[in-house]
């Protein structure tokens, strides 16, 4: 297949790829046009063989969770998450403004095999440009009969409605987003049921994220077998990444997912004025964070979470959640958002900067994410300040893991987990900071209230 095989990104940059005449020429909708007289099963089993996992942040095989739609469903939804608000993630978007019409395909393709009759996008409320280009993409698929009633002249059926979100970073979460699409509070629901069961006004709804389904016509055209071959282990393909922070050409990068940290700060250019890496957040800032030492592990969904190195290390004895206490500290390949940060990267600015976003973000439905968000955020702005008090270290610990595994949905997770990893792999940083505050600590004003 070459080693600069690229899949979702061949065209990016180029405007004329929008059109769905440019799109045509290169091959595009022959797969949507093929699957409309498709059985619906030998689509499904062709994802399943190309072991797409969804690029949406959980990594979940994406041939698995439709097997999730009960068999007997009168009525499926298919809903495209373009909500994409995690920090450092903006692969999404390149998609919709330069590709569009490979979701779309995808998406005729995904609805082929999922029964589906209505399907939706909904698209984060600030791509302005994005929305414009992606409506467009749709009314062209309309008049040429790509979409709407007998779609390529066939007894398939297909209105694609985009559905705008409002600008919370938890619409992205799906319940959220099946919520806010149904015209309610953008609030998560407790799963089980999942929405492959019962989702979008009760009924079994598919949630995939954009790049997710732009690889469908990739996948029929050559074979899942092709996918999963491109791919290592149990995830298939390639992979888009956003990258910024401190590296010399920061932007959006189509890989094999057998690349590491380490090739990827090659990749883009190497570091700005030559410093030293301190640490890289490998998928978007719910994702614990990397030290410069773990680097050569590839940005792959099983190695990252997986892989031995990547564990905690033993810290001050005493700490309720007891970092060395034998509980793993993973990682994960995420939403693709890579953060690079310089020798120069303040971590426990970074930290705080993060854990606002998150309290400033959380949907306050349940008291250890709405309470907790904002303890974080606030003993970690006066830590990061100059203010910070004795035992501020062992507090900021203690508040993460009340909320991790506490939660409704996982934004909880997002706020802890990585502000552990900040305690646990940076605490040098942390404390140094504590020690040098402008509040001398009087002794025993630790603890409390933060
Ligand atoms: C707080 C939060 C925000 C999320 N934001 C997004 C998002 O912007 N885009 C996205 O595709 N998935 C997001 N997800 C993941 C979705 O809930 C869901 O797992 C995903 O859309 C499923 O698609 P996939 O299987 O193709 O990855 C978010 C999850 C959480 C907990
Ligand atoms: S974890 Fe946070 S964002 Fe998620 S439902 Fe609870 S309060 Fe809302």
Redesign the pocket.
Known sequence: MGENLKIISQHFDDPQARHLDHYETHGGYRMARKSSSMAPGDIHGEVKASNLR???????P?GV?WGFVPKDAETVYLVV??????PG?FK?RHILFWNPHMLLEGMIIAARSLGVRNAYIYI?GEMQREFRVLQDAVDQAYAKGYLGEGIFGSDFDLDITICRGLGA??C???TA?LSSLEGGRGWPRLKPPFPAVKGLWGQPTI????E??ANLPWILEHGGQAFADLGVGRSGGLRLVSVCGHVNNPGVYELPLTVTGNDLIEMCGGMREGKAVKGIIPGGV?MPVLTADELDVPFEFDALQNDERIREVETAPGVKFDLGGGRTLRTMAG?GGVVVMDETTDITKAAWRILHFFADESCGQCTPCREGTGWLASVAHRVAFGHGRAGDVELMASIADGIAGNTI???GD?AAWPTLAFLTKFRGEFEDKVKNSHDAAPAGAAGGAP
Request: net charge negative; aromatic share 6%.
């Open positions: 969804g690029r949406g942040g959980a990594g979940f994406t969770k998450n373009a909500d994409e608000s995690e993630t999404d984060r970073y938890i992205g979460e799906e987003l949630v995939n994220n954009v997710t389904i719910s939403s949905c996982a934004l997002a």
